[in-house]
């Protein structure tokens, strides 16, 4: 059969709100697809053929002709996903979709496809295909998490194929693990890949490793995956870490990115495992905010404790010369109208070079979806709008324009008379990917 792949496309915030185009020193740059579609590609039984289309750099055709077409999409991208499985019905197609928004979303999705997966799609890709020539597709099919060292390495070939001018992203993410202890109230991913760690293998590792630095990417580690070093397995992390300097020391070229982290995890960060993270090159971590307490509380309520724990955050990337780019979350429920203001005095108090602005999402059925749900505070459904900067719902201690225009001042106020300085360094490494 022909199988064709398509990455929904959807909008980001310079999409939503393009004034900021007008202050943000960030060149048009376009990152890489999630893993979805790599990961379930390769577990595609011998004797079909794959083409993979990425709705974000050029929109999908309707005339492409293939058996089966297989979407795999987020919250931001549902409103994109639903409309080209419409399309496609409308015209006799079979349409599969999977991802983390049919996972959460089953019903919403369900009329738009002809068959849904629903939790990771390697454990059942293969049966659906076999479904399928047999005229015996199922409407849903249930991919419980296995593991990841059974599976093959992702077929990245797809997308380093289908780079084209104007689409060439710096970095692609390397996954070292799957699944979360913790319960973050906005985060989706222990209830998507469940709460054990499960662990990718040094086989698949060093392969898909071998395969971005020998086409010249960079690799990034999200912070998804780097909860692996923090809570319960670091001294996994710290193997892999070995692992990748063993492979620089034997001739491999190994490039990083940037480390995905947090506040709590650089404060219980050994200088042994500082030391040797500055050994494989990192240098960058993509420190995301707006989860733990720590700044929670700095920012949301002004605590003062909190807010020295935050600097002395900076601090010890500073010492450590890793440059922290800090991502900033805003709405949260004990967040009032100073927050904004907070962010920014920190942000250039502590000698932030890059920051970004969001604004806190209820992501379909996380814990603070249903609380806020439940208080009948959602008031947008559109789902192109659930991408960190639009304001879906009603704060507790403020109007939702007021989070709005607070969002907008931050982006403003921080990078307001840097854009000549900031656009030639971040020429040689793009991450503003807004």
């Known amino acids: 059969m022909k199988i064709a792949f398509i990455y929904p496309n959807f ?8 004034e900021l185009k007008e202050f943000v020193p960030a060149n048009e740059y376009l990152g890489p697809p999630s893993m979805g579609i790599a990961n379930v590609a390769a577990t595609t039984p011998d004797g079909h053929e794959i083409a993979y289309f990425d709705d974000r750099v050029e929109a999908f055709d309707y005339d492409t002709e293939a058996d089966v077409y297989a979407l795999s999409f987020f919250t931001p991208a549902a409103t994109r996903g639903m409309e080209l499985g419409d399309e496609l019905l409308k015209r006799g197609k079979t349409v599969v979709a999977g991802g983390i928004f049919p996972s959460m979303m089953p019903d919403e999705v369900a009329p738009h496809v002809s068959s849904l997966v629903i939790g990771e799609g390697e454990p059942v890709w293969a049966q659906l295909l076999e479904d399928i020539e047999k005229g015996q597709l199922k409407p849903r099919y249930h991919g419980e998490g296995g593991e990841l060292g059974t599976y093959p390495p992702p077929r990245l070939d797809l997308y380093l194929g289908a780079e084209r001018e104007g689409h060439h992203p710096d970095d692609y993410p390397l996954q070292l693990s799957r699944g979360c202890p913790m319960q973050c109230d906005a985060c989706v991913l222990p209830i998507h890949l469940g709460r054990k760690m499960r662990f990718q293998s040094d086989e698949n590792l060093i392969y898909t490793m071998k395969v971005l630095t020998e086409a010249g990417k960079l690799i990034s580690f999200t912070e998804d995956t780097s ?15 070995e692992l990748c300097l063993e492979l620089q020391q034997g001739g491999l070229p190994l490039r990083f990115s940037y480390l995905g982290i947090s506040m709590p995890m650089i404060l219980h960060l050994d200088d042994d495992l500082f030391n040797l993270l500055a050994k494989t090159g990192i240098d960058r971590f993509y420190l995301v905010g707006g989860f733990d307490t720590i700044t929670r509380q700095a920012f949301g309520t002004g605590d003062m404790k909190a807010m020295d724990k935050a600097e002395r955050a900076i601090a010890r990337c500073q010492e450590k010369n890793i440059d922290p780019y800090v991502s900033f979350l805003m709405g949260n429920p004990d967040d009032d109208d100073k927050v904004f203001q907070r962010m920014v005095d920190f942000a250039l108090r502590t000698g932030i070079d890059l920051a970004e602005f969001c604004v806190s999402t209820p992501y379909p059925n996380t814990p603070i979806w249903h609380r806020l749900i439940g208080e009948d505070r959602i008031f947008d459904f559109t789902w192109k709008h659930y991408n960190d900067s639009n304001v879906v719902f009603q704060p507790h201690h403020m109007s939702a324009e007021a989070l709005r225009d607070g969002y907008l001042y931050t982006w403003r106020e921080f990078y307001g008379g840097r854009r000549a300085d900031l656009t030639e360094r971040e020429h040689q490494r793009k991450t503003i990917q807004f």
């Open 11 to 18: 909008e980001r915030h310079a999409d939503s709100h393009p």
């Open 227 to 241: 909860v692996t070093f923090a809570y319960g397995a670091r001294r996994k992390f710290r193997t892999f870490l």
